[in-house]
């Protein structure tokens, strides 16, 4: 018996792992200031700017894009030879 993976269950997946992974950073920079991710969010989402809560609505968005993008766009090539 042939078992496939679906691409709408892993993207689901994916997306969210991003989203709540976006919400965890941002809540250990608000509690810890010192070890904030500011300036590599920034870097990193388009139109984020620390901290709005459209910021963080736009970052949700972003990141459970991406996690979309990797699954549904993945590399042409391997870096391992088999």
Do not use: D, N
């Amino acid at each position: 018996m042939r078992h496939t993976l679906s691409l709408t269950a892993v993207g689901q997946a994916t997306g969210l792992f991003f989203g709540i992974t976006f919400l965890l950073c941002i809540t250990v920079s608000l509690v810890f200031p010192a070890h904030t991710m500011a300036q590599s969010l920034q870097g990193l989402l388009l139109g984020f700017q620390w901290i709005s809560w459209t910021s963080v609505l736009l970052g949700l968005i972003e990141t459970y894009g991406y996690g979309w993008y990797g699954v549904t766009c993945p590399p042409k090539t391997s870096p391992v030879k088999t």
